[in-house]
């Protein structure tokens, strides 16, 4: 079946400073993925949608300057966060959407510790 | 907000079935029924989905109610590997539609 990955899995950084978090459908072109986080024992909350070539579309309440969406090729999407803090630590997942058919695929995940 | 409902937890025998029921009564007529699950740290996996008709793939079998306004996931052959928790959601199939997530069934097969 089609792949996502996600890079980097696991990630620790100190307050204040920026992580980027890579999603790549290895197999498919995706013109459409999907960024969630997910705090611990709670289920999967989306953030954006990422549309290749145009700007994301976020969620109430995701602040669009703190997570940096780019959705630059058919196969890529990055989620920056920006200035982290404690509180962003959480497990972040994309998914990416198969183009003509739909189908969703997720990453592996990727989890993010701020120190 | 998730138009599906389901159990909050379940218990299975290892070697069992397991049948995982959905309430999704506000479904549409274009609306798929979709199972993902997702195993502690790591993203959801696809398992099946389903318009009207049972479906059934080496993972599992859904079946659906003639009304469509709920259905169920057998695992035929429930492992320790299977402890999960277990996603029901519906949408559009075809379009680029968001998934929105319930709280799921967290699923335990005991030894």
């Known amino acids: 079946g089609a792949v996502v990955s996600q890079h980097p899995s696991r990630v620790i950084c100190k307050s204040g400073t920026s992580v980027k978090i890579e999603c790549r459908s290895l197999?498919?072109?995706?013109?459409?993925m999907f960024w969630y986080r997910q705090f611990p024992k709670q289920s999967l909350m989306l953030m954006a949608t990422?549309?290749?070539?145009?700007?994301?579309?976020?969620e109430q309440g995701v602040e669009k300057d703190k997570f940096l969406i780019n959705h630059a090729s058919l196969t890529l999407s990055t989620l920056t966060v920006t200035s982290a803090h404690p509180e962003d630590s959480s497990f972040y997942i994309c998914?990416?959407?198969?183009?003509?058919?739909?189908?969703?695929?997720f990453g592996e995940g990727s989890r993010l510790t701020v120190l | 907000d998730a138009k599906t409902t389901q159990p909050p937890s379940m218990d299975c025998a290892e070697g069992r079935a397991a049948n995982l029921p959905c309430n999704h009564s506000?479904?549409?007529?274009?609306?798929?029924v979709y199972w993902y699950r997702q195993i502690h740290s790591q993203g959801p996996q696809y398992i099946i989905h389903?318009?009207?008709n049972n479906e059934t793939n080496e993972m599992a079998s859904l079946i659906i109610t003639e009304d469509r306004k709920s259905s169920t996931l057998i695992l035929p052959h429930a492992t320790l590997r299977d402890t999960a928790v277990y996603y029901c959601?519906?949408?559009?199939?075809?379009?680029?539609?968001?998934?929105?997530f319930g709280k799921g069934t967290k699923l335990t097969v005991n030894p």
């Open positions: 990422s549309n290749e070539g145009s700007k994301a579309t976020y």
């Open positions: 389903g318009l009207k």
């Open positions: 506000t479904i549409s007529g274009n609306e798929y």
């Open positions: 197999d498919f072109q995706a013109t459409t």
């Open positions: 998914s990416a959407s198969v183009q003509n058919t739909g189908e969703l695929f």
């Open positions: 959601i519906v949408l559009t199939q075809g379009g680029s539609e968001k998934l929105v």
